[in-house]
């Protein structure tokens, strides 16, 4: 799993990657996760690191669980989380643009 915040607890970071591939449509709305066992060798995690992260996931209301079926994408990411998310999304694809941009001018100066 990216360490791209390494201060942040192993299943805070765990559930930050499962809500960027909410976000980005990796996991689809109505999914099925994998199994717990299978979360945690994933993002290189105890099993109850991938647990906590689940349950976090499940009380903020992006996953809904249905006891011996599986754990599932809900169908409605969070409104007021998902306000924050694209102003965060966007906030960093300025920051590329820019990153970009600068690159373009040095690109061109030296041609």
Excluded: C
Excluded at 26 to 38: F, H, I, T, V, Y
Excluded at 41 to 46: F, I, R
Aim: proline residues 4%; hydrophobic residues 40%; negative net charge.
């Amino acid at each position: 799993m990216e360490q791209s915040n390494p201060g942040m607890a192993a299943y805070q970071r765990v559930v930050e990657a499962i809500k960027h591939d909410i976000r980005t449509g990796k996991l689809a709305s109505g999914e099925r996760l994998p199994g717990n066992r299978a979360l945690a060798e994933k993002y290189d995690v105890a099993l109850a690191t991938a647990q906590k992260a689940l349950r976090a996931l499940q009380d903020a209301g992006w996953l809904t669980a249905t006891p011996s079926v599986g754990v599932f994408v809900s169908s409605e990411v969070p409104t007021d989380e998902a306000a924050a998310d694209v102003s965060v999304e966007l906030a960093d694809l300025k920051s590329q643009v820019a990153s970009l941009a600068q690159r373009v001018e040095e690109l061109e100066r030296r041609s």
